[in-house]
């Protein structure tokens, strides 16, 4: 059994490794449901405030930060429990080798994510190069997103937040 529950299987001819998750250890009890907004200040250090709901039920845990470039809206930082990345990483290994996109992304995932700590005052620390892409300087917006949570600059949120509103009716209809 791997770290968080999470067992390693062979597969395939190349010895890919992809974790497997069971059932009944798939609830990761380390981690909070991520809900609701929170506007926080950003320090000199480029430190945020996590709400004290959404930290880890343990110390010491890491949180992945990635630069996320999926919205029209710009960049922003999403935070991913561990579980969260490791699904990620498995999804990687999961595409073909021949796809020209499985190695741009584990070059731009890889050397662009920081995985980082809680401080002991709950704060995490945006790197500097991932801080200035996303537009974050004085103010943030952590929006959860139930199993992750992404940190918005204010302006940008504000812009995603009415794209989402466009886009909520078909959504909400495709879970009924």
């Given at each position: ?37 929170y ?65 741009v ?33 004085k ?27 466009a ?10």
């Amino acid at each position: 059994m791997g770290k968080g529950g999470l067992k390693w299987v062979v597969v395939g001819n190349w010895g890919s490794f992809l974790p497997t998750v069971n059932k009944m250890e798939s609830n990761d009890a380390t981690m909070p449901k991520f809900c609701s907004v929170y506007l926080h200040g950003v320090d000199e250090k480029r430190r945020v405030q996590v709400p004290a709901k959404w930290r880890p039920r343990k110390e010491g845990i890491e949180l992945t930060l990635v630069l996320w470039p999926k919205y029209k809206e710009g960049l922003c930082v999403r935070v991913l429990p561990p579980l969260k990345f490791d699904e990620m990483l498995g999804d990687l290994d999961a595409m073909s080798n021949d796809d020209p996109a499985k190695p741009v992304l584990k070059r731009l995932i890889g050397s662009d994510a920081e995985q980082v700590t809680l401080d002991k005052s709950g704060r995490i620390c945006l790197p500097e190069g991932m801080a200035r892409a996303a537009g974050i300087t004085k103010e943030a917006v952590l929006v959860g997103m139930l199993d992750r949570f992404e940190i918005w600059n204010p302006e940008r949120h504000r812009m995603v937040k009415a794209s989402d509103s466009a886009l909520a009716p078909e959504a909400f209809r495709r879970m009924e």
